[in-house]
């Protein structure tokens, strides 16, 4: 696992503008049913990362024009909440990423919401480049941190890792504190996993 300093990595520097994989009509990427970007690059290299092949830059395809238009025709079905960011790490794609999300505040304003996990921690975001604030002002939720394994549970609600937080991201730069999500809701028992062979 690495630890960057602030502004070490750049979005400028790392992103090729590529995209992992997008996944419409979800449930697992945040509250909802969810339209998911997975974006491609991630030198974070956390131990256990469960998208590995999504840490390369150059995989996937180039992000491009129809697919932006296709997560749009998605996003406004009714039924559709909002879209999540993720990867890779969205905050070294912030060229595509932001490019989405002006583009559904503009179709959408805010009846739309906007998710994001990040590697980075919320307070190292605070001191980073100008197009990483400007990415996290203007997103709804932020799961943020590096997954770690020796902290791993699968009882906690749309994280890896417990020292990874949920995050109201308006509400914190509003209070200039760390704000968590008011709908955090991890669970108190581990269910083991049905066989199927166990089933018939």
Not at 21 to 46: Q, T
Request: glycine letters at 6%; proline letters at 2%; aromatic letters at 12%.
């Amino acid at each position: 696992m690495r630890n960057p300093k602030p502004k070490e990595w750049l979005a400028s520097e790392f992103s090729q503008q590529y995209i992992a994989d997008y996944k419409a009509f979800n449930f697992v990427d945040g509250e909802g049913v969810r339209n998911s970007l997975y974006v491609s690059g991630c030198p974070f290299a956390c131990e256990g990362c469960f998208n590995a092949a999504s840490q390369n830059f150059h995989y996937g395809k180039p992000f491009t024009q129809e697919l932006e238009d296709q997560l749009i025709a998605d996003t406004a079905l009714d039924y559709v909440q909002g879209i999540t960011l993720l990867g890779g790490e969205p905050f070294l794609n912030t060229q595509v990423c932001l490019r989405v999300i002006d583009r559904i505040r503009a179709e959408f304003g805010d009846t739309k919401d906007i998710w994001s996990w990040s590697g980075y921690t919320f307070e190292e975001l605070l001191q980073d480049s100008e197009d990483k604030l400007e990415m996290l002002s203007k997103i709804d939720i932020l799961v943020d941190g590096r997954f770690d394994i020796s902290k791993k549970n699968l009882m906690l609600q749309f994280r890896g890792s417990f020292n990874q937080r949920i995050i109201d991201v308006k509400k914190s730069l509003a209070q200039g504190e760390v704000v968590i999500w008011e709908k955090l809701h991890d669970s108190e028992k581990a269910f083991e996993q049905i066989k199927k062979s166990e089933l018939i």
